[in-house]
């Protein structure tokens, strides 16, 4: 099985945990392969590792087209980064070294377990809902997909914008506010949670829209069918409009231009230690009842 191991983590921790990385993958027959952004960064030479040839180096953009599982390593935002980008239908594994970890299998001191339970076929794998996100820009349209949310607000921050959205070709709402959250449920935990939309269970098929700090009390988040074509383009055409996509990739959208999403027909294959255990993960992560504990 060849892993390759991409993700933001930062050099120190880089330095701590790719030795290790290195000796349990080659105990457990395990070949690795390496994002060169993320080799960069962590200031090892390969001969430094052991581990890998200069052939095991490859562009982040390729590296999924030359291993069997993705590993990210870092916080959300790298298993983020790496779903969006992987080019085959490839598990993906994430060891948090970050700040948050919903979608982490392990931490560093769990790394031995995790890898022998990946080598001998017992980590569990979840299909996550993923989004895609369409600007119609005559025969060459911005397509991109989405594994948590797909933003719209206003290319000046503080600044009004005013949005029409439609539902399957019918009109939902018109809304003046700093913009409009779309998202999976397994992006409810994140952006759309602090602008007050609901909490979805990450097994679900919907997808959330939640508006942004609306100027109307009757403008509330809503849930829709997984199956829903959402439509929005701005009514201000002096406001010009951003597209964020999983809070790492920004677009803007000109004058003129619709917004249009729906659920991808990719999907991302999450592997975890253990079956989902969303309530437990939820309640440790929001420190809910913690006076409890």
């Given at each position: 099985m060849i892993l390759g191991l991409r993700g933001g983590a930062d050099r120190q921790g880089?330095?701590?945990?790719?030795?290790?990385?290195?000796?349990?993958a080659q105990e457990m027959g395990l070949r690795l392969r390496f994002g060169r952004e993320l080799f960069e960064?962590?200031?090892?030479?390969?001969?430094?590792?052991?581990?890998?040839?200069?052939?095991?180096?490859?562009?982040?953009?390729?590296?999924?087209d030359a291993v069997d599982v993705v590993v990210a390593l870092g916080g959300?935002?790298?298993?983020?980064?790496?779903?969006?980008?992987?080019?085959?239908?490839?598990?993906?594994?994430?060891?948090?070294?970050?700040?948050?970890?919903?979608?982490?299998?392990?931490?560093?001191?769990?790394?031995?377990?995790c890898l022998l339970d990946l080598a001998e076929g017992r980590l569990h794998e979840e299909s996550r809902m993923m989004l895609r996100l369409r600007i119609p820009r005559g025969k060459k349209p911005l397509i991109m997909d989405a594994l948590n949310d797909v933003v719209l607000t206003g290319e000046d921050p503080g600044h009004i914008i005013r949005l029409r959205t439609r539902i399957?070709?019918?009109?939902?709402?018109?809304?003046a506010g700093d913009g409009l959250i779309h998202c999976t449920p397994t992006g409810s935990t994140a952006y759309n949670l602090g602008g007050g939309g609901p909490v979805l269970d990450?097994?679900?098929?919907?997808?959330?829209?939640?508006?942004?700090?609306?100027h109307?009390?009757?403008?509330r988040p809503i849930v829709a069918s997984a199956t829903s074509r959402l439509e929005?383009?701005?009514?201000?055409?002096?406001?010009?409009?951003?597209?964020?996509?999983?809070?790492?990739?920004?677009?803007?959208?000109?004058?003129?231009?619709?917004?249009?999403?729906?659920?991808?027909?990719?999907?991302l294959r999450?592997?975890?230690?253990?079956?989902?255990?969303?309530?437990?993960?939820?309640?440790?992560?929001?420190k809910w009842n913690v006076e409890d504990e």
């Open positions: 880089l330095r701590e945990v790719l030795p290790r990385f290195c000796s349990l960064r962590s200031g090892f030479s390969a001969g430094e590792l052991g581990c890998v040839a200069r052939a095991d180096i490859l562009p982040e953009a390729s590296l999924s959300d935002g790298s298993i983020l980064g790496a779903a969006r980008e992987l080019k085959r239908d490839l598990p993906l594994l994430g060891v948090h070294m970050g700040s948050m970890g919903y979608l982490s299998a392990a931490v560093p001191e769990q790394l031995e377990q399957d070709g019918e009109d939902l709402f018109k809304v990450p097994r679900m098929e919907a997808i959330v829209l939640t508006p942004i700090m609306p109307s009390i009757s403008v929005s383009e701005s009514l201000d055409n002096r406001r010009p409009l951003r597209v964020m996509v999983d809070g790492q990739v920004s677009v803007p959208l000109s004058e003129g231009e619709r917004l249009i999403v729906e659920r991808s027909p990719r999907r999450l592997l975890r230690t253990a079956p989902p255990g969303f309530i437990g993960v939820l309640r440790r992560k929001l």
